[in-house]
Antibody, heavy 121, light 107 residues
Framework: EVQLVETGGGLVQPGGSLRLSCAAS????????MNWVRQSPGKGLEWVSV???????YYADSVKGRFTISRDTSKNTLYLQMNGLRGEDTAVYYC???????????????WGQGTLVTVSS | DIQMTQSPSSLSASVGDRVTITCRAS??????LAWFQQKPGKAPKSLIY???SLQDGVPSKFSGSGSGTDFTLTISSLQPEDFATYYC?????????FGGGTKVEIK
């Protein structure tokens, strides 16, 4: 059974840093495209970043240059390093696994429970 | 960026009703379209990918259709557990983008 468990959220001051972790079980992180998606309180969903099985990464413009997605093969864990945090980064952050179909490897299937990041002084 | 527009933003329906939600893309996305269900305080759940393919374990009362710019999600007979917010998402190009959501409430 696929499981994704995010940790690392919390309260951080503007300009600060935080690293989110997503521990995966039931599949191998490096064999799949893995994503981070966030949801501001009471708002909709916003895609943040993806890391391909081959290691390529892509980011939303709103986080480019501040956030870094990575993974640890030995721990089967996905990470999101967040630097230069702003108030508008306040959100629940979800780790999302993708699977490949005949047309795309960006097909979301499994979501973690999310971890709340609050950026405030 | 590709804009995804859902309509309506909310609807009220009764148990047993057939419900249809529409999602429109600002440009042609072929069938790179997914639907998600989210209940209050919970993570989203994947329902449909490639516009019309059901994720494993999703009941057949959910169906999706469309291609190009216009898509629909249909729930054939609404049940109490289906009251939630539904989102569409395009994965044709970066940045991946979501619709604003449709909240399905009990009439």
């Amino acid at each position: 059974e696929v499981q994704l468990v995010e940790t690392g959220g919390g309260l951080v001051q503007p300009g600060g840093s935080l690293r989110l972790s997503c521990a995966a079980s039931g599949f191998i992180v490096t064999n799949n495209y893995m994503n981070w998606v966030r949801q501001s309180p009471g708002k909709g969903l916003e895609w943040v970043s993806v890391i391909y099985s081959g290691g390529s990464t892509y980011y939303a413009d709103s986080v480019k240059g501040r956030f870094t997605i990575s993974r640890d093969t030995s721990k089967n864990t996905l990470y999101l390093q967040m630097n230069g945090l702003r108030g508008e980064d306040t959100a629940v952050y979800y780790c999302v696994k993708s699977h490949c179909t005949t047309i795309s490897c960006l097909t979301f299937d499994s979501w973690g429970q999310g971890t709340l990041v609050t950026v405030s002084s | 960026d590709i804009q995804m527009t859902q309509s309506p933003s909310s609807l009220s329906a009764s148990v047993g009703d057939r419900v249809t939600i529409t999602c429109r893309a600002s440009q042609d996305i072929s069938n790179y379209l997914a639907w998600f269900q989210q209940k209050p305080g919970k993570a989203p759940k994947s329902l449909i990918y490639a516009a019309s393919s059901l994720q494993d374990g999703v009941p057949s009362k959910f169906s999706g259709s469309g291609s190009g710019t216009d898509f629909t999600l249909t729930i054939s007979s609404l049940q109490p557990e289906d009251f939630a917010t539904y989102y569409c998402q395009q994965y044709s190009s970066y940045p991946l983008t979501f619709g604003g959501g449709t909240k399905v409430e009990i009439k």
